[in-house]
């Protein structure tokens, strides 16, 4: 089957500790994305990758780390700068040529 | 900057009615519009995507109308189901060139469907 995965759906860390969150896809997207969703709120986008080895920030990219090393992966780290990092995180992927993007199923990351 | 608002928030119909939802935009200058569904805990389902340049795109009992000149969109759910039961959101990218790949997104509609 094709599409995204994420890893684990659920993640609790103690505060001032360094967290990874693992996206994978297989649909041969160049595209990838990094999105932190809370309770009423928007998606808001905190990092985007159009190409491997190349990312951007996105709209809160503050105490966020990524890489792109691989066209397949995508791997957000919220690091302990991150002042309130409990949230839902959402990874997407899309082609070249059309911004329609296909979403994850998510990973809620609980730090106390 | 590029603002999407969905109204209503909140919306709690009988099983079988039709309903509309809706969504706006302030910046009617977009390649396309996307409507996405929601459950509770899960991610994005993506069901439509309507280019600027077409006006309407069906899937199913869903249809999705796109008017650019008066930045709206609607999404149309004929004889809802229980299994409708969502929130929807809808997302337009923010602008030309590379920053396509940014798309703002609604706040959704939380739709539940009485049985």
């Known amino acids: 089957d094709g599409g995204i995965t994420q890893s684990p759906k659920y993640l609790f860390r103690k505060e001032g500790q360094n967290v990874t969150l693992s996206c994978e896809q297989n649909l041969n997207h160049d595209a990838m994305y990094w999105y932190r969703q809370d309770p009423g709120q928007g998606l808001r986008l905190i990092y985007y990758?159009?190409?491997?080895?190349?990312?951007q920030k996105g709209d809160i990219a503050e105490g966020y780390s990524v890489s792109r090393e691989k066209k397949e992966s995508f791997p957000l780290t919220v690091t302990s700068a991150q002042k309130n990092p409990t949230a839902f995180y959402l990874c997407?992927?899309?082609?070249?040529?059309?911004?329609?993007?296909?979403f994850g199923p998510g990973t809620r990351l609980t730090v106390t | 900057k590029q603002e999407v608002t969905q109204i209503p928030a909140a919306l709690s119909v009988p099983e079988g009615e039709n309903l509309v939802l809706n969504c706006s935009f302030t910046d009617s200058a977009i390649y396309n519009l996307q409507w996405f569904r929601q459950d509770p805990g899960k991610g994005l389902t993506s069901l439509l995507l309507i280019q600027s340049s077409q006006r309407e795109q069906t899937s199913g009992r869903l249809n999705a109308s796109l008017d650019k000149s008066s930045g709206r969109s609607t999404l149309y759910i004929a004889a809802s189901q229980p299994g409708d039961s969502a929130t929807y959101l809808c997302a337009v990218p923010r602008g030309g060139g590379g920053s396509n790949y940014k798309l703002t997104f609604g706040k959704g509609t939380l739709l539940t469907v009485n049985p």
């Open positions: 997407a992927s899309s082609s070249t040529g059309s911004n329609e993007q296909y």
């Open positions: 990758s159009q190409i491997v080895n190349d990312f």
